[in-house]
């Protein structure tokens, strides 16, 4: 039966990271434990939603988490209640010892708190991915190609496949991750520096932003590995698995095309706040659109909710070349694309009031495309 | 028709603390309004909830409001949509201006923002309060009173009267704050440097608490006036009024006892966090008591949920004294207790299992005493 003892702000790091795994209204309720075990090097925390899984161990080796193991074993623990327990010990360390009949005392100063756990055969068995062939990734650079795309996936569930964002490996080296909900499409490549195996797959965008979370910036790299249903992102301590949506993503490289009428380049922000005053006007009413008119080299925006009010704006532009046009869309996507770029200017490219305009960024430092089609109006 | 200029962080600090009073879901669907009311020296800003109203007075003479009238007039406006649009806008200032139809336009950098709103006479008349022999508090203090107090107020309808906090002045002098929901009990008392009219008023606890948030510690003193039906806190921009509870208190001096058998003196914060892992343990059962146990010179709590675990700790105390005793009680009670002290160590006395204890702070620096009333258990 198990027993260690801990530092307890290591332990609750630990305890937080795999928590995000574990949702207390799963459909499967054992799904709301979180999962202990104990050998006699290393201790490791296990949480599931059944879509992403997280293992967190920890090893005797690391000194600041002052883990002495007596004894080994396993068991299931309510997640949310232990976690509360635990932070709300009062020294800087805890004991930790299972009794008869799978119950667990926690001894942490004067106070001594007795909780039930259940039988770890209970747990469902996570599936294994073969762990050969690395693809090594920096970890600070795939959570910003992360942050650039996953946003434009769909949150419907009427196409499944479209709430995932696509993956791709080909000719060992060039990288793609793209996510679209059919109104707007995002699109980073990245050219790796060392060939590896070739893939395909489609992650659902929350696993990823869930990952994004887990993965802390202090994590250097990741390691990523695949399976037929699973995807695996690894570092020293954390396994983060999640589960791969199944169906053909459809080919979005066909929306990309080259040639355009009107180009306009504006300081990043300076748009998005303009945008974010015509979301507050365009938001009250139902048509919910903001209208670009450019014409004699100058480019205003106008909302009209017959209801509420209206606005006007010119917007200011660092260059402005091409034909006059007047283009209607929604503001959500215009500031949500904003949003996910990092550099400080964005170059818009319009081909006409009905076909997708395309945002890249203004200095075209990154290999990063986005796409958002217009709403037709009268 | 109105129109003025001003500096909008400024009218924004005065937006957010009118808003207060605002709700968007109240039954006299007007009161979601703002008024602006301009006349040649200032702006005034009111919102109501019908419980309380709040008027915000911005001069000319304000410096850093950069008020500028060119004239005068009195509208209404939606007032949490009003408020995001301020605060939208892209420049330091903005222009105001009421145009036909009771509309108006916002000016702000290039942004030309037209909104609707309505005839002032719409609005409800807020009933005056005559402002002469103010009593004059320390902001600070007044708001101190209303934390060791307010809380301990009941949240349940059933006796409309409870939901109050009761303030009374005797004798010219003596200023007392009492609130109880029957299961506890908070009293503060004050005697004031110079002697005013005697009164004995019963305001709704959520009033005191919107008071103490939108009355900063900046503001150094608060006139208090009162009517048959209201109550008013004025400073130099603000005034604050709020609708009395109408109806008799309960006499609470009664249940104020002298003696006692056991008194134990406790760190304040060391009792609260032990209570508090109490609580996690005690809050899962139904039963959701703590129980004391007091016996050789020693106090140790213990909680048993059967379904979940237990708890047993042993208290550190700075002092113990007089009888052995075993009480039970809801630790939510002495958790909100301990929290509404701000002094270092507290001294708690018993007089039997069935009894109401008091606290007390330990240093006895203020005129303050809590009540909490055990549970009976078997």
């Not at 928590?19 to 499967?28: D, E, L, M, V």
């Not at 380049?265 to 009413?285: D, G, P, Q």
């Given at each position: 039966m198990i027993k260690f003892s801990i530092n307890k702000t290591f332990f609750l790091q630990a305890l937080n990271a795999t928590k995000r795994?574990?949702?207390?209204?799963?459909?499967?309720?054992?799904?709301s434990s979180l999962k202990i075990e104990v050998n006699s090097q290393s201790l490791t925390l296990t949480g599931s939603n059944g879509q992403i899984s997280i293992e967190n161990t920890i090893s005797t080796?690391?000194?600041?988490?002052?883990l002495l193991i007596t004894n080994s074993g396993s068991i299931l623990l309510e997640a949310n209640f232990f976690i509360n327990i635990v932070s709300s010990l009062p020294d800087i360390s805890l004991d930790f010892e299972e009794i008869e009949q799978h119950q667990i005392v926690l001894k942490s100063g004067k106070s001594e708190i007795t909780l039930k756990g259940k039988d770890v055969e209970q747990y469902p068995r996570l599936q294994d991915v073969t762990t050969t062939k690395p693809l090594v990734l920096d970890t600070k650079l795939l959570k910003t190609i992360i942050s650039e795309t996953a946003?434009?996936?769909?949150?419907?569930?009427?196409?499944?496949?479209?709430t995932g964002v696509h993956l791709t490996l080909t000719e060992h080296k060039e990288f793609k991750s793209v996510a679209t909900d059919s109104h707007r499409m995002s699109q980073r490549k990245l050219t790796l520096d060392s060939a590896t195996d070739n893939f395909d797959v489609v992650i659902p965008s929350r696993s990823l932003r869930e990952f994004s979370a887990v993965?802390?910036?202090?994590?250097k790299t990741v390691e990523v590995f695949f399976s037929n249903s699973q995807i695996l992102f690894r570092s020293e301590n954390i396994s983060f698995y999640a589960r791969l949506l199944e169906g053909n993503y459809p080919?979005?490289?066909?929306?990309?095309?080259?040639?355009?009428e009107t180009e306009a380049v504006f300081n990043t922000n300076a748009l998005r706040y303009a945008m974010e005053r015509a979301y507050l006007i365009s938001n009250a009413?139902?048509?919910?659109t903001v209208k670009l008119e450019i014409s004699n080299n100058q480019i205003t925006a106008h909302v009209n909710s017959p209801e509420v009010g209206k606005v006007n704006e010119e917007l200011d532009t660092e260059s402005l070349s091409g034909n006059d046009l007047t283009i209607s869309f929604n503001p959500t996507y215009l500031i949500e694309s904003l949003k996910a770029l990092k550099s400080e200017t964005v170059k818009i490219r319009f081909v006409s009031p009905i076909r997708p305009f395309t945002l890249t960024p203004g200095d075209n430092s990154e290999n990063f495309i986005q796409l958002i089609t217009p709403v037709r109006t009268n």
């Amino acid at each position: 039966m198990i027993k260690f003892s801990i530092n307890k702000t290591f332990f609750l790091q630990a305890l937080n990271a795999t928590k995000r795994a574990i949702s207390s209204k799963n459909a499967i309720p054992i799904l709301s434990s979180l999962k202990i075990e104990v050998n006699s090097q290393s201790l490791t925390l296990t949480g599931s939603n059944g879509q992403i899984s997280i293992e967190n161990t920890i090893s005797t080796e690391e000194n600041d988490a002052g883990l002495l193991i007596t004894n080994s074993g396993s068991i299931l623990l309510e997640a949310n209640f232990f976690i509360n327990i635990v932070s709300s010990l009062p020294d800087i360390s805890l004991d930790f010892e299972e009794i008869e009949q799978h119950q667990i005392v926690l001894k942490s100063g004067k106070s001594e708190i007795t909780l039930k756990g259940k039988d770890v055969e209970q747990y469902p068995r996570l599936q294994d991915v073969t762990t050969t062939k690395p693809l090594v990734l920096d970890t600070k650079l795939l959570k910003t190609i992360i942050s650039e795309t996953a946003f434009a996936a769909s949150t419907q569930e009427s196409r499944p496949i479209l709430t995932g964002v696509h993956l791709t490996l080909t000719e060992h080296k060039e990288f793609k991750s793209v996510a679209t909900d059919s109104h707007r499409m995002s699109q980073r490549k990245l050219t790796l520096d060392s060939a590896t195996d070739n893939f395909d797959v489609v992650i659902p965008s929350r696993s990823l932003r869930e990952f994004s979370a887990v993965f802390t910036d202090e994590i250097k790299t990741v390691e990523v590995f695949f399976s037929n249903s699973q995807i695996l992102f690894r570092s020293e301590n954390i396994s983060f698995y999640a589960r791969l949506l199944e169906g053909n993503y459809p080919d979005t490289d066909r929306l990309l095309v080259n040639n355009f009428e009107t180009e306009a380049v504006f300081n990043t922000n300076a748009l998005r706040y303009a945008m974010e005053r015509a979301y507050l006007i365009s938001n009250a009413s139902q048509n919910g659109t903001v209208k670009l008119e450019i014409s004699n080299n100058q480019i205003t925006a106008h909302v009209n909710s017959p209801e509420v009010g209206k606005v006007n704006e010119e917007l200011d532009t660092e260059s402005l070349s091409g034909n006059d046009l007047t283009i209607s869309f929604n503001p959500t996507y215009l500031i949500e694309s904003l949003k996910a770029l990092k550099s400080e200017t964005v170059k818009i490219r319009f081909v006409s009031p009905i076909r997708p305009f395309t945002l890249t960024p203004g200095d075209n430092s990154e290999n990063f495309i986005q796409l958002i089609t217009p709403v037709r109006t009268n």
